[in-house]
């Protein structure tokens, strides 16, 4: 069992950076795959980035690519989304997830563990 919680949203003007963590509690977090997906209003939930337990494999959504960075630290059962150069289309809630990518990495079923997300506004 894990039990995540994110952190590091708020309000933020375009162009500018924010970084979100999610840390996790439980064990052997560094078995899990780590993702982080988004939501905006009256809009399906997206992918958004996603890490391998070691951290060799990473993906990212084609609209984020550049701009946003993920990155994991085991030790500290943390896993980051650093995003730079928001724009107002970025404006959404964030929820990191875990799991073990039984599918594909880019897919919310791959993930059996949600935190309850933090919401991320950026103003034009």
């Known amino acids: 069992q894990v039990q995540l919680v994110e952190s590091g949203g708020g309000l933020v003007q375009a162009g500018g950076s924010l970084r979100l963590s999610c840390a996790a509690t439980?064990?052997?977090?560094?078995?899990?795959?780590m993702g982080w997906f988004r939501q905006a209003p009256g809009k399906e939930r997206e992918f958004v980035a996603a890490?391998?337990?070691?951290?060799?494999?990473?993906y990212y959504a084609d609209s984020v690519k550049g701009r946003f960075t993920i990155s994991r630290d085991n030790a500290k059962n943390t896993v980051y989304l650093q995003m730079s150069s928001l724009k107002p289309e970025d404006t959404a809630v964030y929820s990191c997830?875990?799991?073990?990518?039984?599918?594909?990495?880019?897919?919310?079923?791959?993930?059996?563990?949600w935190g309850q997300g933090t919401q991320v506004t950026v103003s034009s």
């Open positions: 890490i391998s337990g070691s951290g060799s494999r990473i």
């Open positions: 439980g064990r052997a977090f560094s078995t899990y795959a």
């Open positions: 997830a875990a799991g073990y990518w039984n599918r594909a990495a880019i897919r919310s079923d791959a993930y059996d563990y």
